[in-house]
Structures are given as C-alpha cells and as structure tokens.
C-alpha cells in the first residue's frame, strides 16, 4: 500500500521562508515523479512544483518561480518543497503527490497517490 505523507506546514509572516516536507513509502520512490499542489479556500487545487524521478527535472509553476524550490532524497524516499518569500497568496492546503510517471508534470490526472494535506498560512 503506498503512502505518502505531508508535514511541515504552519503560520508565517510575509517574507519568511517555510520548509514542507513528503516522505512516500511502498512504491518504487526513484521511477515516481513527485509534485507539490496547492489549494486555498475557495479554489481549485492548482499545480506548484514538481521533479522527476531521478531529481535531475523540475517544473515549477509561474508562481512561484525563483521562491520555492523541490528536491528529493531517493535513498530517504522523501522530497522537499523550500519555500521562500513567501506571500500571503500561498496561504493554502498544501499536497505532495507520487505520479505515476517518471518526468514531472502539472497535470493532477498522471499523480496516482496523494497525502493528506499540510496547511501553510502566510499572513500580511
């Protein structure tokens, strides 16, 4: 059964750096790509930031382009999602997600598993 779980969310001013961590377990971590969606009140679940399997892609939305940053540790079977700067317009529910392909992607269909969800707030 495969599992992935979220943590690392929390309350910040603008301007401060946050770091959400995934850890994702029963599936071959290395062959997954991994992304980072978000959802805020209100809003469809949007796509943030992903990397390939290997690590060696990423693909980031425009959004945050040059604030956040993904990594991933295969021999830990977990990936890092750096957020910098942050801005009061990321205040959302934030996912990690395993895709079932190897290259990273913005389409939520190609993640087959899903955390739970980890709540950054980002006030003004």
């Known amino acids: 059964q495969v599992q992935v779980v979220a943590s690392g969310g929390g309350w910040v001013q603008a301007g401060a750096s946050l770091r959400l961590s995934c850890a994702a377990s029963?599936?071959?971590?290395?062959?997954?790509?991994m992304g980072w969606f978000r959802q805020a009140t209100g809003k469809e679940r949007e796509f943030v930031i992903a990397?390939?399997?290997?690590?060696?892609?990423?693909y980031y939305a425009d959004s945050v382009k040059g604030r956040f940053t993904i990594s991933r540790d295969n021999a830990k079977n977990t990936v890092d999602l750096q957020m910098k700067s942050l801005k009061p317009e990321d205040t959302a529910m934030y996912y990690c997600?395993?895709?079932?392909?190897?290259?990273?992607?913005?389409?939520?269909?190609?993640?087959?598993?899903w955390g739970q969800g980890t709540q950054v707030t980002v006030s003004s």
């Open positions: 997600a395993a895709s079932s392909f190897y290259l990273p992607s913005r389409r939520q269909s190609e993640y087959e598993y």
């Open positions: 029963g599936h071959t971590f290395s062959s997954s790509a």
């Open positions: 990397i390939s399997g290997s690590g060696g892609s990423t």
